[in-house]
């Protein structure tokens, strides 16, 4: 069985200064341990943060990516070059588990509906549990989703996240039912979920330390989209100050253990994303390659 831990970011519709305050992407993600390397991330892991921040009992202290990135509250008192060394660890470590990491991600549009913007949040976690769906038959694994308390819905059980997962999981309970899903893909029993278990594992992400990890990913994740993509920063190179990893730990990174999905207008699908070897590295004017992944989003509808 493969535990997925999932979390959020970019959901914020805010605009400041003519861009979104959380950059431009809804991404909705998933860090995917097996029972072997559940052990060997959490001592490990448990090891960086006591040798970066003196933290021996994690329970103590969350580790709020935001927050260290900011340098606030616990983290104030830190340099930042020793909590960039800190992020730098953490992908490198990921990396080297091969432990991979599944994204669905989605273009936000400048709008005050209401509805469209819950419908480009439907899209970004209808790709994340294509990708998941994806992941476990390629891997002949069932998996569980655990996620932190929802925060896009008054009430948990009306969340979007919730409501995708019953679209996609009722069908085994009860295959006379019929659910008008949230988005429609254009094959119906494509969409179904079969290898994930039938109930979602909620969790408070300060009693759950890998809630907190993925949340760090999905932070360098984020802050990689929004400096790469030069039309969003309209400068001429990548601003790497920005990014918490450097160019080289994040292109092994994508190279290794990233799966992306996101949803294609124009196909009325799912489309799962390939990444190519990235031959240039001295090319200083990009994170990732502009041809792959960011401009082949604007370019191609999806």
Known sequence: MILIYTDETGINYKIENSQFIDGPYIIYGGL?????????????YLNLIF???DIADWKTQEIHATDLWSR??????????????FFEEV???ITKLNINVL???QYKTNTDD????????????????????SYLSKNNETGIIVSDIQNNSKTQEDSIFTTIFKEKTSWRS??????????????AYESRACFLLDNIHYVNSKESIFNQVVDIVLFVIRRVFIYQDLRITNKKEADMK??????????????????????????????????PYISDWNDITSIIDDNFYISGIRTSNI
């Open 72 to 85: 606030k509250g616990y983290f104030e008192k830190f340099q930042k070059e020793q909590i960039s060394t």
């Open 242 to 275: 920005k990014v918490p990893v450097d160019r080289g730990t994040f292109q092994l990174f994508l190279q290794s253990v990233l799966h992306l999905a996101g949803y294609s207008e124009r196909q009325n699908d799912i489309i799962f994303t390939t990444i």
């Open 32 to 44: 995917c341990l097996n029972d072997v390397k559940y052990f060997h991330l959490e001592r490990l």
């Open 114 to 133: 209401k509805l469209l913007k819950e419908k480009e949040i439907a899209k970004s976690i209808t790709s994340f549990f294509h990708l998941a769906e």
């Open 103 to 105: 994204i669905g991600y």
């Open 174 to 187: 009860n295959p006379s039912e019929t659910r008008n899903p949230f988005i429609t893909t254009k094959y």
């Open 51 to 53: 040798e970066h921040f």
């Open 91 to 93: 992908f490198q470590l």
